[in-house]
């Protein structure tokens, strides 16, 4: 029976995500197109001597001279046959550059997704136990505190806490270079570099978590079900784990699989702070040197794992409470 809700899901969601894809894959070639400039621009401008004659040359072989229409056609028959095409100016396959950098943006990005949701839960779940009460009320100032400010600010203070003054934890990078560790140390060493950058991606969502699960959470509570729960005898704290909590996360997890593609774009700009080689400093790179094709690829994955979380999201969701599958 879970099998089969399993597959509908997945069913749904790929009728759905095909015509999506194509969407998102059209309106980003055709707006990164309007921009000012092409990679032609760059290419000259490191050669230091480039002419109109050997600018003409690079657009030809580049494909750039032709028209939009015939540029769109050649870019979505290369995806049906799995190519993203090459970067024009590394001239290397657009494929091996994101294949190279995904890894450690999906552990930025995955970390941060998990650090926000427990704290957010944990925190909202206290606030809700605590209403109106001194606990709610301070972290409730903490959580607006942390709301109001942008990750890169925090981020940086971190650095200079505990990297510059108190000499904790690495500011740069996600490994040590040179140090040729292994094992346990070399998961203690990757773990140690990844703190800062997780907890500073995943600080402003689980404010917003945590807000969420308290407003959720005290609405639950007020419901028939838990009245008769509590009739019948049942402990406060199981009430809590087992039926307020439950349901609190169906909204949770619905905004957390929203928030996956905002991430996504926060972890460009945590990646360059903390000089973390992910993605995101590569598509920042891409947008500097107008390097398009490496762009396009970038956004088409990332819209390709957002359908992903979303359809991970409508399986917790079904699972969570099982009367979602007949709406």
Known sequence: MAN????????????????????????????????????????????????????????????????MFEQVVNYLNNLAHFDLGTSARLGVPVTDLIVGRLPDTLLLVLSALGFALVIGIVLGWVMSAFAGKWPDRVISVVLMFIYAIPGFWLGLMAIVLFSVTMNWLPSNG????????????????????????????????????????????????????????????????????????????????????????????????????????????LALDSVVNRDFSVLLGILLLSSILVIIANVVVDILQSWLDPRIELR
């Open 4 to 67: 089969a809700r399993i597959a509908k899901i997945f069913g749904k969601t790929a009728l759905q995500a095909l015509p999506t894809i194509f969407g998102i894959v059209v309106l980003n070639f055709l707006l990164l197109k309007m921009l000012p400039g092409d990679v032609a621009d760059t290419i000259a401008m490191e050669s230091g001597s480039a002419t109109e004659e050997s600018m003409a040359a690079i657009r030809e072989r580049l494909g750039l001279n032709l028209g």
């Open 174 to 281: 996600n490994a040590s270079i040179g140090a040729g560790l292994t094992g346990w140390d070399a998961f203690v060493d990757r773990l140690r570099h990844l703190i800062m950058p997780a907890l500073s991606l995943s600080l402003f969502y689980a404010a917003v978590y945590a807000r969420l699960t308290r407003a959720t959470m005290l609405e639950v509570q007020q419901q028939d079900f838990m009245r008769t729960a509590a009739a019948k005898g049942l402990h406060p704290v199981v009430m809590q784990f087992r039926h307020a909590l439950r349901n609190a996360l169906i909204p949770v997890t619905t905004v957390a699989g929203m928030h996956l593609g905002n991430m996504l774009g926060g972890a460009m700009v945590v990646e360059t702070v903390f000089g973390w080689p992910g993605m995101g400093r």
